[in-house]
């Protein structure tokens, strides 16, 4: 069943939660994952009529409102339905930089896919993570690193993780 219309993601959430309690999807990333968090919200929002939830906001709003006042945002944004009370859709805004490249291993970022490797918190049914755009623009402008490099290191850091969550 080909999966790029809202329907058949309904169905398939539907389905994977007919035997699951729960369904998370997590971005985790920069601005271009944010981009990609509203395009599958927005592919989506005429089935599921999604309430949005920004970090250290307290109210909820609709996608549609939510969208209009937040065109660029660098909070965690937390997408529930009515409709499947069961799935949560989550943006997590992070930039995977560290200032002193012997020290990435210290992010946050990497911490917490560490944690979810180990087994010490739950990671989320799918991930989606990325971490380039913001990631070049202050490793080169400010920090005067080779990008290429930085990239690898990176890299390193973070494939190993993700094949143990995955």
């Not at 065109?71 to 989550?90: G, N, Y």
Request: contains cysteine.
């Amino acid at each position: 069943m080909p999966y790029h219309t809202s329907s058949s993601i309904s169905d398939c959430f539907t389905h994977k939660l007919a035997t699951h309690s729960s369904f998370s999807i997590l971005f985790m990333g920069d601005s271009k994952l944010r981009v990609l968090y509203y395009s599958f919200l927005q592919r989506t929002d005429n089935i599921f009529h999604y309430i949005m939830k920004v970090e250290n906001n307290t109210g909820t709003e609709t996608l549609a409102h939510h969208r209009n006042r937040y065109v660029s945002l660098h909070k965690d944004i937390d997408a529930t339905t009515e409709v499947l009370p069961e799935l949560r859709v989550m943006f997590w805004f992070r930039i995977f930089v560290q200032t002193i490249v012997s020290e990435m291993e210290l992010l946050p970022e990497i911490q917490q896919l560490r944690r979810w490797a180990n087994g010490l918190d739950q990671p989320p049914d799918l991930l989606v993570i990325g971490y380039t755009a913001w990631m070049m623009k202050l490793v080169t402008v400010y920090h005067q690193y080779d990008v290429l490099t930085y990239l690898i290191e990176m890299h390193e850091l973070v494939v190993p993780l993700l094949e143990k969550v995955g």
